[in-house]
């Protein structure tokens, strides 16, 4: 029995990468279960794929509502950056998505980190024509 639960334990650390990658997967299809289910089995809620993003930033480029929300409430770390320097709320300027911008600020995204080009979510706000959103990240600064 005690060789059953080593084993057991061997095979759950062994298979937590192939959990890790399904994070993204589970992020990117907007499949808050799929989500929960990972995070209960230890996957990391800020774990980084080849190109540094996490499940966030992954949720909040392909505008899956839902996942952003879940991980936002579930504490996910909302200025880390992937490999271009991009955060979530960066990438929430850039897909224009105004609800999840609101959100990310109240829950204090940083909206002053700025990416490898040196520009920030209020700069990329600039360049859009919508001045809620110009407005909401002026106000945060």
Same mark, same amino acid.
């Given at each position: 029995?005690?060789? =059953?639960?080593? #084993?057991?334990?061997? $095979?759950?650390?062994?298979?937590?990468?192939?959990?890790?990658? *399904?994070?993204?997967?589970?992020?990117?299809?907007?499949?808050?279960?799929?989500? =929960?289910?990972?995070?209960? !089995?230890?996957?990391?809620?800020?774990? /980084?794929? &080849?190109?540094? *993003?996490?499940?966030?930033?992954?949720?909040?480029?392909?505008?899956?509502? /839902?996942?952003?929300?879940?991980? %936002?409430? +579930?504490?996910?770390?909302?200025?880390?950056?992937? *490999?271009?320097?991009?955060?979530?709320? &960066?990438?929430?300027?850039?897909?224009?998505?105004?609800? #999840? &911008?609101?959100?990310?600020?109240?829950?204090?995204?940083?909206? +002053? &980190?700025?990416? +490898?080009?040196? =520009?920030?979510?209020?700069? !990329?706000? /600039?360049?859009? $024509?919508?001045?809620? %959103? #110009?407005?909401?990240? $002026?106000?945060? #600064?």
């Amino acid at each position: 029995m005690k060789k =059953k639960v080593i #084993l057991l334990g061997l $095979s759950l650390f062994l298979s937590l990468p192939i959990f890790a990658q *399904n994070i993204f997967k589970a992020a990117q299809s907007n499949d808050v279960t799929g989500i =929960k289910f990972l995070l209960n !089995y230890g996957v990391n809620i800020n774990a /980084r794929d &080849i190109k540094g *993003n996490t499940p966030l930033i992954i949720a909040v480029k392909e505008n899956k509502q /839902r996942a952003a929300d879940f991980l %936002i409430e +579930k504490d996910a770390d909302l200025n880390l950056q992937d *490999n271009e320097g991009n955060t979530a709320l &960066i990438a929430a300027v850039n897909t224009g998505n105004a609800p #999840l &911008i609101k959100i990310l600020i109240q829950h204090g995204a940083d909206a +002053k &980190i700025e990416d +490898k080009n040196h =520009k920030s979510a209020a700069d !990329y706000a /600039r360049g859009l $024509s919508d001045p809620t %959103i #110009l407005s909401m990240l $002026s106000a945060s #600064l």
